[in-house]
């Protein structure tokens, strides 16, 4: 089985050899045991589902939540010659129906849709008749409620177990804490807890903590001292651009990044920076995922993230070809608090959450009892503007509704035009239009799509415009002036937020803000922020040592390279020497009186706080001072 996986390998990828864990991996999915992957980023993962894939009949289907993951996968695997498919939002039913179709009748190997489809009555009626080789989920901790980055729509995955209870389940992720990772594999219904986990450290990284009130002059100073490309990881939108203009100011090459810019400008700025044009990427964390850089130099957080899972994995994009990298986190005094009024801002107050609900219902003119699977564009600047709130407070409050099963909310993405008759067909039969040409369209449409007139459906206007014989710009026209006759309603293709409504409007009432979605994640979410900051203000335990702890490792090796370790040894240094620091004649002049603590202890002696503080530490860990279990220090006689 281990030579048809490697000729595999060698065959399509043109490689001797897996990475560690990937063969165990594969050979796990292969027996057929449901498999649980926790392997850091850059450590191969989509290999570990592709290899046994094609080593059997059938397609696998990969659940993931990235349209820009799917397209690229798709696209290398069509570059080796393999079958793949991809259903998102961009494609119109008649593509989805040929997709599905081709992956029960054809010689596709791998179809990748996004789990907000899954539960669809089409792809669900289809799925069962397929023949299926693996279910594979990707960024499998999306499913857990505890992980950092939980989705609802992939509760719904363990429902298609349901129609092939057989088909093993191999489910994938770069970081996850060991309860997560228990979670996981509940929520998939594994027949048998099955996890396979490789170590997080990472030898060539070499992670840095740097305290500094001054982050632009810091940024200058990493980049004039490494060579080669970076990411600058930033919290706002706004913040992408003017730290990338500094940069530009100050001789080097950036550009900016964010989830708000259209797909064709996000592709071409991408497309710069991973051909070397561009050097440095200012993002948002919208940048990162699925992308395959090998030779980044050095990623900085210019903020904090909001968790050490997040951090791991972004700062895990540097160094991918085992080359030397760094990962920098840059603190100042307030970024603590700034990060607490963030997590207030991801809970606002139940409260609030019902009147963003009904002021929801009353913006898009939905009675009680009303709107179960209609989709709505939104403008958020507007609803924002009409509910009186800000527009985290807004994208929150929907976030928990979403996580309580009353809605879909899909924030800036690519969707395609849908239409709804608003009039019934006899009425539209009876209705008379002035123009012989916009009749003629609504032939078409009738001919082309069905369910028109139950419930909004994605249409191609391209389509429309060849089945009509109008141009596709005219098609848009004559659709809008339909709109105004109110006979339909129409929903333009774009890149804007969508919501689809899960339940009818309920009386505000009726209401229900579960525990799991809203205290108890509340909860998760301040431990996980908390675990992040004592990892930057941590000044004694090895920063990567630190991760692996967080992460479930018991034994964890320093890794000789980062801040700490390297002010370790500089003390070592200085202890072997017996060179007695001139602070250090202070601070121990200072507890001859009495065991006192370190507040009080440096507030008598002259120097800078930092300073001090490395004299503390140098003095307990050569044994000439201790703490005791008050806290306070005392010389050792």
């Given amino acids: 089985m281990s030579t048809d996986y490697l000729s595999i390998l060698r065959r399509y990828w043109g490689y001797d050899a897996f990475r560690p864990l990937q063969q165990q991996a594969i050979?796990?999915?292969?027996?057929?045991?449901?498999?649980?992957?926790?392997?850091?980023?850059?450590?191969?993962?989509?290999?570990?589902?592709?290899?046994?894939?094609?080593?059997?009949?059938?397609?696998?289907?990969?659940?993931?939540?990235?349209?820009?993951?799917?397209?690229?996968?798709?696209?290398?695997?069509?570059?080796?010659?393999?079958?793949?498919?991809?259903?998102h939002g961009g494609l119109s039913p008649r593509d989805i129906d040929r997709i599905l179709d081709n992956c029960i009748y054809g010689d596709v190997k791998f179809l990748y849709i996004s789990p907000e489809r899954i539960d669809s009555e089409l792809f669900r009626s289809r799925f069962a008749r397929m023949r299926v080789s693996f279910l594979t989920v990707d960024e499998a901790h999306c499913i857990s409620q505890w992980g950092y980055d939980f989705r609802p729509s992939y509760l719904k995955i363990a429902r298609l177990r349901d129609l092939q209870p057989h088909v093993p389940v191999l489910a994938l992720t770069a970081s996850a804490t060991p309860e997560v990772c228990q979670d996981i594999m509940t929520q998939l219904r594994f027949r048998a807890p099955n996890l396979l986990r490789m170590s997080f450290a990472r030898s060539n990284l070499c992670y840095l903590v740097r305290h500094t009130e001054d982050k632009r002059e810091h940024l200058l100073r990493?980049?004039?001292?490494?060579?080669?490309?970076?990411?600058?990881?930033?919290?706002?939108?706004?913040?992408?651009?003017?730290?990338?203009?500094?940069?530009?100011?100050?001789?080097?090459?950036?550009?900016?990044?964010?989830?708000?810019?259209?797909?064709?400008?996000?592709?071409?700025?991408?497309?710069?920076?991973?051909?070397?044009?561009?050097?440095?990427?200012?993002?948002?964390?919208?940048?990162?995922?699925?992308?395959?850089?090998?030779?980044?130099?050095?990623?900085?957080?210019?903020?904090?993230?909001?968790?050490?899972?997040?951090?791991?994995?972004?700062?895990?994009?540097?160094?991918?070809?085992?080359?030397?990298?760094?990962?920098?986190?840059?603190?100042?005094?307030?970024?603590?608090?700034?990060?607490?009024?963030?997590?207030?801002?991801?809970?606002?107050?139940?409260?609030?959450?019902?009147?963003?609900?009904e002021g929801l219902f009353n913006y898009l003119q939905i009675a009680i009892g009303d709107g179960k699977g209609s989709a709505w564009s939104l403008n958020l600047y507007e609803l924002c503007s009409r509910l009186k709130v800000f527009m985290p407070t807004l994208l929150n409050a929907l976030k928990i509704l979403q996580q309580n099963g009353y809605l879909i909310f899909a924030d800036d993405v690519d969707t395609p035009p849908r239409v709804r008759f608003i009039v019934q067909r006899d009425e539209l039969y009876r209705t008379r239009v002035e123009r012989k040409e916009l009749d003629h369209l609504i032939t078409v449409l009738l001919r082309q799509y069905s369910g028109l007139f139950?419930?909004?459906?994605?249409?191609?206007?391209?389509?429309?415009?060849?089945?009509?014989?109008?141009t596709t710009e005219h098609v848009r026209e004559l659709l809008k002036k339909l709109w105004q006759l109110h006979l339909i309603k129409y929903i333009p293709g774009n890149r804007s937020p969508m919501l689809i409504l899960s339940e009818e409007r309920l009386p505000i009432t009726d209401l229900h803000i579960s525990p799991e979605s809203y205290t108890l994640?509340?909860?998760?979410?301040?431990?996980?922020?908390?675990?992040?900051?004592?990892?930057?203000?941590?000044?004694?335990?090895?920063?990567?040592?630190?991760?692996?702890?967080?992460?479930?490792?018991?034994?964890?090796?320093?890794?000789?390279?980062?801040?700490?370790?390297?002010?370790?040894?500089?003390?070592?240094?200085?202890?072997?020497?017996?060179?007695?620091?001139?602070?250090?004649?202070?601070?121990?002049?200072?507890?001859?009186?009495?065991?006192?603590?370190?507040?009080?202890?440096?507030?008598?002696?002259?120097?800078?706080?930092?300073?001090?503080?490395?004299?503390?530490?140098?003095?307990?860990?050569?044994g000439k001072i201790s703490e005791q279990k008050d806290g306070k220090l005392r010389i050792n006689r």
């Fill in 27 to 87: 050979e796990s999915a292969g027996a057929g045991r449901d498999t649980l992957v926790l392997m850091p980023t850059g450590g191969g993962k989509s290999l570990v589902f592709q290899v046994p894939a094609l080593a059997v009949e059938g397609v696998c289907v990969v659940i993931t939540p990235l349209v820009s993951l799917m397209k690229d996968q798709v696209d290398q695997l069509h570059r080796r010659r393999i079958l793949a498919e991809a259903i």
């Fill in 222 to 357: 990493i980049f004039h001292n490494v060579s080669g490309s970076g990411i600058v990881y930033v919290r706002t939108r706004e913040k992408t651009e003017t730290i990338a203009e500094f940069l530009r100011q100050n001789d080097l090459s950036a550009e900016s990044y964010h989830g708000g810019m259209d797909y064709r400008t996000r592709a071409l700025k991408q497309n710069n920076w991973t051909r070397g044009t561009t050097r440095i990427m200012v993002a948002t964390n919208a940048f990162g995922m699925g992308i395959d850089k090998p030779d980044v130099r050095v990623v900085v957080h210019y903020d904090p993230c909001e968790s050490l899972e997040s951090y791991y994995q972004e700062a895990g994009r540097a160094g991918r070809d085992g080359k030397r990298a760094y990962a920098v986190l840059l603190l100042s005094q307030d970024d603590a608090s700034r990060a607490g009024q963030r997590l207030a801002l991801d809970f606002p107050p139940k409260d609030t959450i019902r009147r963003i609900y």
């Fill in 454 to 470: 139950s419930d909004f459906r994605p249409i191609d206007e391209q389509e429309l415009a060849h089945v009509s014989g109008y």
């Fill in 521 to 622: 994640r509340k909860e998760a979410s301040c431990k996980r922020l908390e675990s992040l900051l004592q990892y930057g203000e941590n000044t004694t335990q090895c920063r990567s040592a630190f991760i692996q702890r967080y992460f479930g490792e018991e034994h964890p090796n320093d890794c000789g390279l980062c801040d700490i370790c390297r002010a370790r040894r500089k003390r070592q240094r200085q202890h072997s020497s017996n060179a007695l620091h001139p602070l250090d004649d202070q601070i121990l002049q200072r507890l001859a009186a009495g065991p006192i603590d370190l507040k009080t202890l440096a507030t008598g002696i002259r120097g800078e706080i930092h300073a001090i503080l490395e004299r503390v530490t140098y003095l307990l860990e050569s």
